[in-house]
């Protein structure tokens, strides 16, 4: 995403994105010198963010881009407020599939079922309470790399619900 997106975004939004559409992964803006910024100190009015550098300075704020948790399994953490945005892919020792009130980053299980299961694929469908934000999430879990592959963010349970069960839940 260049300046020029994510200008045109924040203008449309009326504040900077938590989450990458579609895919929901944390987004991560970065700055001239390779810092990360969280969305949360992005839209902190008190911080000097700018986007175009008229004196060359290298102060820390001038934001050039952003990515999202999706095109990396390193830790994605804020330089100015130390927030861990992203966990970093840890492989399982054990691959045990996940269960009801597993957690998963700030994550609770809520429900889940095999979704695909293969000689070399371990694939669940999680139905999720993520705490730190009020939404919960259904996506597909892989077991074997510990990494959520898709995932939709909904507001209320009911919703999330109704999604689980049409992507083949049951609760």
């Not at 900077?16 to 579609?22: D, G, H, K, Q």
């Not at 963010?49 to 934001?63: Q, T």
Request: hydrophobic share 35%; glycine share 8%.
């Amino acid at each position: 995403m260049n300046r020029t997106e994510l200008m045109a975004k924040v203008a449309y939004e009326g504040e900077w994105s938590s989450y990458a559409w579609p895919g929901g992964y944390p987004l991560s803006y970065i700055t001239s010198d390779g810092g990360e910024l969280c969305p949360e100190c992005m839209n902190d009015s008190t911080n000097p963010i700018h986007f175009m550098d008229e004196d060359d300075s290298n102060d820390g704020w001038l934001v050039v881009d952003a990515y999202s948790g999706g095109e990396t399994d390193e830790e994605m953490s804020c330089d100015h407020c130390n927030k861990v945005m992203q966990e970093a892919f840890k492989e399982t020792a054990t691959d045990r599939p996940l269960l009801p009130n597993d957690r998963l980053g700030d994550t609770i299980v809520v429900a889940t079922v095999f979704y695909c299961e293969q000689k070399d694929r371990l694939e669940q469908l999680i139905l999720r309470l993520h705490q730190e934000s009020p939404y919960f999430g259904v996506g597909i879990y892989d077991v074997k790399r510990n990494l959520m592959i898709t995932e939709v963010r909904l507001l209320n349970i009911v919703d999330a619900t109704e999604e689980y069960v049409t992507s083949g839940g049951d609760v």
